[in-house]
């Protein structure tokens, strides 16, 4: 009778840490066991009011940036002396680059002399060009139609230096190409065209991550989220900036969770880093993935962030690795809605 008793109190407390377990790593409401929950770094990022200006030369230092919205870097040597973040309220980014712990804001560069700013979402860098991109979509606070956010950007730099091929320029648009053809993509594809610039809470078409990986450009659509998936279309990246060249477009279906959108992009020695989070306002957690780029895999769950201590209402928006080996990733996340962006560091087991 004892040894009986034993067996099933056993049984009894196994199955209670199992629901535990499970209660720890399953979303109420979602259904699905997410990526283990990681704590940021001790490490302080010393706050750095990275736009000092906008186009009309009105000076901002007391006024931080608060929509900051994407980054990459050049792989220099020595790290990060030259990497292009963006905002997406503005018509320009900026140059800077990360010195210890402080981000140190260098040159301007006007993107466009449109009268509405682009709402640039996303940055990437590869093989001597920045990119960035506009969002795609209708805007987020007036739910207009937004015609000047069609576009795509590509700014020329030394590969081994970092330093822009053309002084940058906050005045006007010097050194900075511009291309409309991905409109005609996103409007053209089978998985999203029903949702081409349709109002942000009907799951309209919105971009906000970007990536350049060996010659492809992969957009991270925010939305739509359909059936649990976002959506990645790539093209190839030096035919978007030429008038009739052959984009070769493909669009990949990746599962993320109900309500769940792509942040941001972010290129890895193996892969794609996506950060994901809700597509709106839902009760969704942001978390990291890797995926290897093709239509045909599943991208890899690494990690849910603590963001506890982050300000409330903070959308994580930018996702820059720092360092990257064989067993873990380190980077460095930045919010909209955040003085600065709040940069925070999060070291990731691959």
């Known amino acids: 009778m004892p040894d009986s008793i034993t067996g099933t109190s056993h049984r009894s407390l196994t199955a209670a840490f199992v629901c535990l377990l499970l209660g720890a790593t399953i979303a109420a409401g979602r259904g699905e066991p997410l990526p283990p929950k990681i704590a940021p770094e001790a490490t302080i990022w010393k706050p750095a009011s990275i736009f000092k200006e906008?186009?009309?030369h009105e000076k901002l230092k007391d006024q931080p940036?608060?929509?900051l919205?994407?980054?990459a870097c050049v792989p220099t040597?020595?790290?990060?002396t030259s990497c292009l973040i963006a905002n997406d309220q503005q018509k320009y980014a900026q140059f800077f680059s990360i010195e210890d712990k402080m981000l140190v804001p260098r040159d301007l560069v006007l993107l466009s002399d449109e009268e509405k700013d682009p709402d640039a979402e996303g940055v990437a860098y590869e093989d001597g060009f920045f990119y960035v991109t506009g969002s795609h979509g209708r805007s987020r606070h007036s739910d207009k139609k937004n015609l000047s956010s069609y576009v795509v950007f590509r700014i020329a730099v030394d590969p081994q230096t970092g330093a822009p091929k053309t002084k940058p320029n906050a005045t006007n648009v010097d050194g900075v190409e511009s291309s409309s053809r991905l409109r005609k993509v996103?409007?053209?594809?089978?998985?999203v065209e029903a949702y081409f610039n349709e109002p942000l809470a009907e799951s309209g078409v919105n971009i906000e991550g970007i990536a350049v990986r060996n010659g492809r450009m992969y957009f991270g659509l925010r939305g739509p989220s359909l059936?649990?998936?976002?959506?990645v279309l790539s093209v190839n990246a030096d035919a978007l900036f030429t008038k009739h060249g052959d984009l070769k477009p493909e669009t990949a279906s990746i599962e993320l969770g109900k309500d769940t959108g792509i942040r941001d992009l972010a290129v890895v020695k193996d892969g794609i880093l996506i950060l994901a989070g809700p597509t709106r306002d839902e009760d969704v957690p942001y978390?990291?993935?890797l995926w290897d780029g093709s239509n045909e895999t599943a991208a890899k769950p690494l990690a849910t962030l603590d963001l506890s201590k982050v300000k409330e209402g903070a959308k994580a928006e930018i996702l820059?690795?720092?360092e990257d080996d064989a067993t873990s990733i380190r980077v460095l996340v930045m919010f909209d809605s955040v003085e600065n962006g709040g940069a925070i560091s999060f070291k990731i087991r691959r």
């Open 186 to 191: 996103l409007k053209n594809d089978d998985d």
């Open 69 to 71: 919205s994407g980054a």
């Open 287 to 289: 978390t990291v993935w």
């Open 320 to 322: 820059l690795p720092l």
């Open 54 to 56: 906008n186009e009309k």
């Open 77 to 80: 040597t020595p790290k990060f």
């Open 65 to 67: 940036r608060m929509n």
């Open 227 to 231: 059936k649990r998936h976002a959506y």
